[in-house]
């Protein structure tokens, strides 16, 4: 795996696609060196007819993860809510990488949701978790009903599919969980102070949790996302654009500057980080919080 990035300011209008560190946003390029495909030397993951489902997995990070997974030859099922979006992405990931997927079409923050991915697969070796992040906004203009819908998003509903697939997990002596948090449980952003508490609550949840399991091979760990270039992102930087009044380009490429790495990542490589964790290879590491954020995290621990 390797990755490597530079910046184009050539006009594009092209949609990011997935299998490499190419995307284009805002006006400007982001090209890169990022192979997701074979050249010989890959490391096998050791998970390959293993299944997995991957929550909120139709674009971004999400999809990034189900892409890893299936290169590693993974069986999944995928999930969002806009039906086009998530059959489009079933189709090509099937396309790519020849594994069986099943789209399921549900909120994943809702009973019903839940029931229908584990009826999808009931049994699955490996569950990614991750969900939409609640809106930016001033904790002052956040009522209770706002609150606990940030707090079921990211929190609550993550517990319970995990409270759904564990035991299952520890009977078959294999089992990996990736939550897909955000760098702002170890360092705040303004205005995501709801994504952060949640996202932390779940995070301390579950540092006991998977000290229970891991003898049973059942690992659990988080993945902390600096700023990746998704529609999220983009829609976090148009508000920000606006509210200084720049273009979204100024806005994207003074968000860049902040990096150490200068550049946004990309959900591919996200997801080649994701599919280690859920490997073979990672039986021993568990209750970690990884970070991707190219250097943003200032600390030295
Ligand atoms: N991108 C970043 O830089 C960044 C940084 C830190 C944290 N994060 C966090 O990482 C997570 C993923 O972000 P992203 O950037 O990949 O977002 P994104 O590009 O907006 O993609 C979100 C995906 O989740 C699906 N989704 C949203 N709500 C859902 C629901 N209730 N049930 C099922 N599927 C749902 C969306 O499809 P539908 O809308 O069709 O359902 C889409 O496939 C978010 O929690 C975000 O806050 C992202």
């Not at 997927?101 to 978790?129: F, W």
């Not at 992102?233 to 009044?245: C, H, I, M, Y």
Request: proline share 5%; glycine share 10%; hydrophobic share 40%.
């Amino acid at each position: 795996m390797r990755c490597a990035a530079r910046l184009s300011f050539a006009r594009s209008t092209k949609q990011p696609p997935f299998d490499g560190c190419v995307g284009t946003a805002y006006g400007y390029t982001i090209l890169g060196a990022f192979h997701g495909k074979s050249n010989g030397v890959d490391m096998d993951l050791g998970i390959r007819g293993r299944s997995a489902i991957v929550c909120a997995s139709s674009q971004g990070l999400g999809k990034g993860c189900a892409l890893a997974l299936a290169e590693a030859g993974v069986a999944l099922v995928i999930n969002g809510r806009n039906p086009e979006l998530l059959e489009q992405t079933a189709q090509e990931i099937r396309k790519a990488w020849s594994v069986p997927v099943t789209p399921v079409l549900a909120d994943v923050s809702t009973a019903e949701g839940q029931a229908a991915l584990l009826k999808a697969c009931p049994t699955p070796d490996i569950l990614v978790n991750n969900n939409a992040g609640p809106p930016v906004r001033n904790f002052r203009e956040l009522d209770r009903q706002a609150i606990l819908t940030g707090v079921t998003m990211n929190m609550v509903t993550p517990i319970e599919l995990i409270q759904k697939v564990i035991d299952s997990m520890v009977n078959r002596g294999f089992g990996r969980i990736v939550n897909i948090t955000s760098y702002s449980v170890k360092m705040p952003i303004v205005g995501l102070d709801l994504s952060s508490g949640a996202r932390a609550g779940l995070t301390a949840f579950m540092a006991g949790i998977c000290r229970t399991v891991a003898d049973k091979n059942v690992t659990i760990n988080n993945l902390l996302p600096g700023s990746f270039d998704t529609q999220r992102l983009r829609g976090n930087l148009s508000l920000a654009a606006k509210r200084n009044q720049v273009s979204d380009a100024e806005a994207a490429a003074r968000s860049m500057a902040t990096i150490p790495a200068k550049r946004f990542g990309n959900p591919a490589e996200f997801g080649q980080t994701c599919a280690f964790l859920c490997s073979v290879h990672a039986g021993f590491m568990t209750g970690q919080n990884v970070l991707l954020d190219g250097g943003a995290y200032p600390g030295a621990f």
